[in-house]
Nanobody, 119 residues
């Protein structure tokens, strides 16, 4: 298992942007971003295959969020045109799941970073 370190959360006005980072302590096949709002279940937001950078997105963020990675085991989630409903704790995860936006199969999780979008 790898250790994951997240950064980049914060508070922003609706329509604004934030970039989250997830640094893995070693190589991982995939990194996924998930979010959980109070009283709601965990939602897969985006994922990336670290070998070739293939991205995957949930429909709720398609066209607004962009996932990318560098050559140093770090994945980024660029979030634009943020909406109040994007407010949640965001977690990154590493592993080899069958379905990249499903939390099953990820075996390492970060500590979470809060994203708050104000009206």
């Amino acid at each position: 298992q790898v250790r994951l370190t997240e950064s980049g959360g914060g508070s922003v006005q609706a329509g604004g942007s934030l970039r989250l980072s997830c640094r893995a302590s070693g190589y991982t096949r995939n990194i996924g971003w998930f979010r959980q709002a109070p009283g709601k279940g965990r939602e897969g937001v985006a994922a990336i295959a670290m070998s070739d950078g293939s991205p995957f997105y949930a429909g709720t963020v398609m066209g607004r969020f962009t996932i990318s990675r560098d050559n140093y085991n770090t994945a980024y989630l660029q979030m634009t045109r943020l909406k109040p409903e994007d407010t949640a704790m965001y977690y990154c995860a590493a592993g080899s799941p069958e379905r990249l936006l499903n939390s099953d199969g990820y075996n390492s999780w970060g500590q979470g970073t809060q994203v708050t979008v104000n009206t």
